[in-house]
């Protein structure tokens, strides 16, 4: 009976130790693997008492799915532009109430009405880039201003693209003049022809994603597709090597903040979200993760090294002829399956 | 990787199984003053009901329904003519298909497995090629070293293999360890990786180890009276190589045929990391096909087809070996 006894009273501590601690409540946060400074969470911490419970995805679809079948797992999530669109589309966001996020009156211009989101409803704007290719200036001939460079055999077996579906048939629909969201099949499969060819003219050395940067600072290739915040981190451990955005136009992307309608911890959602839009703090996350900031504030208090720099923060012409992806849900299996014969192209 | 962490209830439920496990045993061992053997047996059991029974029944609900849930062959279908759901949805959509290029039969899916199980032969020939010589040469009573060697071999098993083989990448790229070294010794660069080859040298440098140890194992356990009275009879050594030591290595060559053909098959990972991601097996385009496509129905039917596939070479292969000597896994 003793020994029930101790037993009893020590589940009942352990208990209390996973309940404790929780005084001002937690908020749950979902974001992408390495994307926000670990000082930034413990400064809010700190501040409020509140406890962060921190979660990583890799992954937008990944992502998607968790918020769809974990419902009240999450009080803040990090989806991309064109998933907003998707998750409010299913009705499974919040709409934010702007008085209790008044630093979010730092956000620039031109992402208070984005298209993904008309008048920002839903998310605020976290972080933001571009695509385009990453090169080594000393080997290139002539200037890498147009997606053609990628499909011309003088760098053939020296050009990394990207093993994703959208970035990569988005590209070449641009190189052959279409919209990145087009909607006509034989847009999709013109495209499709063009990477097989590419493939088959062995001008790809490898498609990949994460490993892709760091290869590039080898020199293990001329040309690599890739996202500016990535371009960034690769410019700045090797001085040979620099970022464009070709001049058909190409894709720019914004991570936001959400909260889902079935977050427990809403009030906590909104502390969290003011709290990153302090220009101090989303300075610390933009110094960090080296991608551009959609906070005017922040991007004053960085100055000129960030100011001066066309990788993370392109003139407003790059900008405007980049294009947003929209959501195509149900255009995705058609991507699948001409995706598929690109990747199985000999 | 999404590091959802394991709900706490998962973590108590765990806990009260084993509680009951436990009392369970104490009990019998009460009742019958000693265990009850079978009770031995609830927890695998268990663990095959929920993660292998379970999971099987699901592959085969998914692989003949669609999202709706309705039964359906079209996921076979789209086995035979990938493009075929493409073509039904822009159908659905109201395109009109005939006219389009493209979209005749995709025969991504068929062509893949063909070319997963070439690689896969090739991978088990090389794998027996090198490794039965090996095994022969450590189970050698004559030869110290061979104790040692079974060591070395064990040795790097003992690391995760996704790290082991994005180390060969470190050696293998155009500015990696080995063509630096040829560089700097004046002979060209090679073209080492993101081909086929590097993804075969890949599958044979993980799979070897499933070949020699089945063989190595059933040759060192050979009565050496047998082979002395070969000997002693007048075979030379040719002779009581072929006539005694391999006829009864059989079972370990089927076993080590099996360990390397059927990982070889649903290899993955290796042709995206050593391949560049140019070719891929039939274990990659299952992975697109659950995780970046999210159709659970075609990659339901994809690993069933994979599955029959490798139940049916495997009861080829029981009929070298009848009495599953080597171990084999069925």
């Known amino acids: ?66 918020v769809r079948t974990s419902p009240g797992a999450f009080d803040i999530v990090f989806p991309s ?153 690769s410019i700045s451990l090797n001085d040979n ?57 922040a991007i004053e208090l960085m100055g000129d090294e960030y100011i001066n720099n066309p990788t993370i923060n392109p003139p407003q012409e790059v900008i405007d002829r980049c294009e947003f992806f929209h959501d195509i849900n149900d255009f995705l299996p058609t991507y699948n399956t001409l995706w598929a014969q690109v990747k199985n192209a000999k | ?25 104490i009990l019998s061992l009460k009742k019958h003053r000693g265990v009850h053997r079978s009770l031995f047996a609830w927890p695998y059991s268990l663990w095959m009901i929920v993660f292998t029974v379970v999971p099987l ?16 062959l079209d996921n076979f279908k789209n086995f035979w003519d990938s493009n075929y759901e493409m073509k039904k949805q822009l159908i659905d959509m109201g395109f009109d298909v005939s006219g389009m290029e493209l979209s005749d039969r995709g025969t991504v899916n068929v062509d893949t497995l063909v070319y997963s199980l070439w690689m896969a032969f090739k991978c088990t020939v090389i794998c027996l090629a090198i490794g039965y010589p090996a095994a022969l040469f450590m189970s050698d009573r004559n030869f110290k070293l061979g104790p040692t060697l079974i060591v070395l071999f064990i040795i790097p098993m003992w690391m995760n293999f996704l790290l082991r083989t994005i180390a060969w990448m470190t050696l293998l790229e155009d500015n990696g360890i080995i063509n630096t070294l040829l560089e700097s010794l004046g002979f060209g660069k090679l073209k080492l990786m993101y081909n086929s080859n590097a993804v075969l040298l890949g599958m044979v440098y993980n799979y070897l180890p499933f070949m020699v140890f089945p063989v190595y194992n059933s040759i060192s356990k050979q009565d050496i009276k047998l082979s002395e009275a070969a000997m002693d009879l007048g075979a030379d050594e040719i002779k009581t190589f072929t006539r005694v030591t391999f006829p009864l290595s059989i079972p370990g060559i089927v076993s080590g045929i099996t360990m390397v053909f059927m990982p070889s098959v649903t290899t993955f990972f290796i042709p995206r990391v050593l391949g560049g991601g140019n070719t891929e097996m039939f274990g990659d385009l299952i992975e697109r096909t659950f995780l970046t496509a999210d159709n659970w129905n075609v990659g339901s039917a994809l690993s069933l087809i994979m599955m029959v596939l490798i139940l049916f070479s495997i009861s080829l292969l029981r009929r070298v070996d009848p009495q599953g000597e080597g171990g084999s896994l069925l």
Not at chain 1, 24 to 42: A, F, H, K, Q, T
Request: hydrophobic fraction near 40%.
């Open chain 1, 81 to 233: 532009d064109y998933c907003v669109e998707r998750l409010i589309s299913e009705d499974l966001l919040e709409e934010l109430d702007y008085s209790k996020i008044p630093n979010a009156e730092h956000i620039s211009d031109w992402l208070q009405d984005p298209a993904y989101d008309p008048k920002g409803v839903h998310s605020v704007p976290y972080m933001w880039g571009t695509v385009g290719i990453l090169y080594d200036k000393t080997r290139v001939n002539g200037p890498i201003d147009s997606w053609g460079v990628l499909f011309s055999d003088e760098y053939a077996g020296e050009v990394f693209m990207l093993d994703s579906i959208r970035d990569t048939m988005g590209l070449a629909l641009q190189y052959l003049g279409y919209s990145l969201n087009t909607r006509e099949p034989n847009e999709l499969m013109k495209a499709t022809k063009l990477l097989i060819e590419q493939k088959k003219n062995r001008i790809v050395k490898a498609y990949q994603v994460d490993e892709t940067k760091d290869k590039m600072v080898a020199g293990e290739a001329i040309l690599a597709v890739m996202w500016s915040g990535d371009a960034q981190y």
């Open chain 2, 1 to 25: 990787m999404s590091a959802m962490s394991m709900p706490a209830w998962g973590i108590w439920l765990m806990a009260l199984g084993l509680g009951i496990f436990i009392v369970m045993i």
């Open chain 2, 57 to 72: 029944f699901l592959i085969a609900y998914y692989a003949f329904t669609d999202k709706a849930g309705s039964f359906t």
């Open chain 1, 1 to 66: 009976m003793k020994k029930l006894g101790v037993l009893f009273l020590t589940i009942s501590l352990l208990c209390m130790m996973l309940v404790s601690g929780q005084a001002n409540g937690v908020v749950r946060v979902y974001n992408w693997e390495d994307y926000i400074s670990p000082e930034s969470l413990e400064l809010f911490e700190e501040e409020t008492g509140i406890k962060v419970d921190y979660m990583r995805f890799t992954t937008n679809e990944d992502m998607m799915v968790q």
């Open chain 1, 241 to 297: 090597l620099a970022y464009s955005v070709p001049k058909e136009g190409s894709n720019v992307w914004v991570d936001c903040f959400i909260i889902p309608k079935s977050s427990e911890n809403k009030e906590n959602a909104y502390k969290f979200i003011d709290f990153m839009c302090r220009p101090e703090i989303a300075q610390i996350n933009c110094e960090y993760i080296e991608y551009s900031s959609p906070n005017d504030a």
